[in-house]
């Protein structure tokens, strides 16, 4: 079945730790993919998007994502996280006018 | 408005009781999305509005749920008869261009049946 894939779904880290949070997808042809993000209490938000061009998409707050086509995958990035980052990450592909999402990464980062 | 509103924030309802979501979308956005999210789950989409045709409601769950958005603007998700297991928050979104400029997420409903 077409899917999205988050492959963690609690990540624990330290302030100031690398981030990596895998996202792959089984949809063939051409997708928008996007990264959501849910502050604990607050709805929604989009951290990035990407839909053409340039495979390295940078977002808000320091957020990346790089789109390598070959493994269906769109991985969210962060060289150094903040306590602020905590919250609930979602990989979603637009396809077919809707947005599928996977079942989320909840983070978490120790002060 | 500067955001999508959706109301009630809460809704407590008794098993069997019919119950009412209502969705105003940001001003000008033609399309219209309901998503339902269970704990622990990602959303998972119900159905789609463009201005006023409902395109795709292929993720509704079963006949008792329906969705209208008549004038193509404020959308409301109706649940018949709930049931314990149509406890979730329900999400609308909406979006200028579908979805090219990003979909804007309203808060949600959180619905519990009791």
């Known amino acids: 079945a077409q899917s999205v894939s988050q492959h963690n779904h609690h990540v624990i880290l330290s302030e100031a730790a690398s981030l990596e949070l895998g996202c792959n997808y089984s949809?063939?042809?051409?997708?928008?993919l996007f990264w959501y993000v849910q502050y604990p209490g607050q709805h929604l938000q989009l951290l990035l998007k990407?839909?053409?061009?340039?495979?390295l998409v940078k977002g808000i707050k320091g957020f990346e994502a790089e789109f390598i086509k070959s493994k269906f995958s769109f991985n969210l990035r962060k060289p150094s996280v903040q306590w602020s980052d905590t919250a609930e990450y979602f990989c979603?592909?637009?396809?077919?006018?809707?947005?599928?999402f996977g079942k989320g990464t909840r983070l978490h980062i120790l002060p | 408005g500067a955001g999508v509103s959706q109301s009630p924030r809460y809704k407590v309802a008794k098993r069997g009781q019919d119950v009412a979501l209502r969705c105003d979308p940001i001003?000008?956005?033609?399309?219209l999305f309901w998503y339902q999210q269970a704990l622990g789950q990602g959303p998972e989409f119900l159905t789609y509005?463009?201005?006023?045709?409902?395109?795709?409601k292929s993720g509704l769950p079963s006949d008792r749920f329906f969705a209208e958005r008549p004038e193509g603007s404020v959308s409301t998700l109706k649940i018949q008869r709930t049931q314990q297991e149509d406890s979730a928050v329900y999400l609308c979104?909406?979006?200028?261009?579908?979805?090219?400029?990003?979909?804007?997420f309203g808060s949600g409903t959180r619905l519990t049946v009791v």
């Open positions: 979104a909406s979006s200028s261009d579908r979805g090219l400029g990003g979909y804007t």
């Open positions: 949809y063939g042809g051409t997708v928008n």
């Open positions: 990407y839909f053409s061009g340039d495979p």
């Open positions: 979603a592909v637009e396809r077919d006018d809707k947005i599928i």
């Open positions: 001003s000008g956005h033609v399309s």
């Open positions: 509005f463009q201005n006023e045709a409902q395109l795709d």
